[in-house]
């Protein structure tokens, strides 16, 4: 297993790979792909204002799991885990993601890392923890049921959030 940092050679990997955890979903629906490839590609005017860093983790050639490293300008104390997306049983590629986000925070002076936060409110907020078969309201994450697993021996502060 091994991590790769997403470039402008890469990016479309990163996209692909979201897309194919979603495919067969009813209920998702893609308002994120429009956003993440101009972040990917730091292209977006929130690229101007946070480092951002995309990864994706690797089991033999198949991505097993992504995620973007975000320290917003505004928001400085907090490393965001953000637009992650794994496929079922990679716990150890969540792990590679988890250790690699300390690594960042001791580098940059980072006390914090939030996770389900995609760089802004509007762009998604949470990990969906119920209700996988309802449609969503703005500014909710989709996800499948299995991700809230892969964080929980790490949470040390949950906050719920209802959305209506």
Known sequence: MHLIRCNKNNYK???????DIYKS????KDSI????KPILTGKSEFSKHAFISPVMVFDDNKIAAAATFIQADNYKNVLQIAFFEA?????????????T?????????ISSITIGLNGHVNYGLGILS???DLPLSFGSNYNPPYYIDYFNKYKSNEHNLVSY
């Open 130 to 132: 119920d209700n996988y």
């Open 13 to 19: 990997a990163y996209l692909h790979f979201v897309k």
């Open 25 to 28: 979903n009813s209920v998702y």
């Open 33 to 36: 792909s429009v956003l993440l």
């Open 101 to 109: 986000a300390k690594d960042i925070c001791r580098e940059r002076n």
């Open 87 to 99: 496929l079922p049983g990679c716990q150890k590629a969540v792990d590679l993601i988890i250790d």
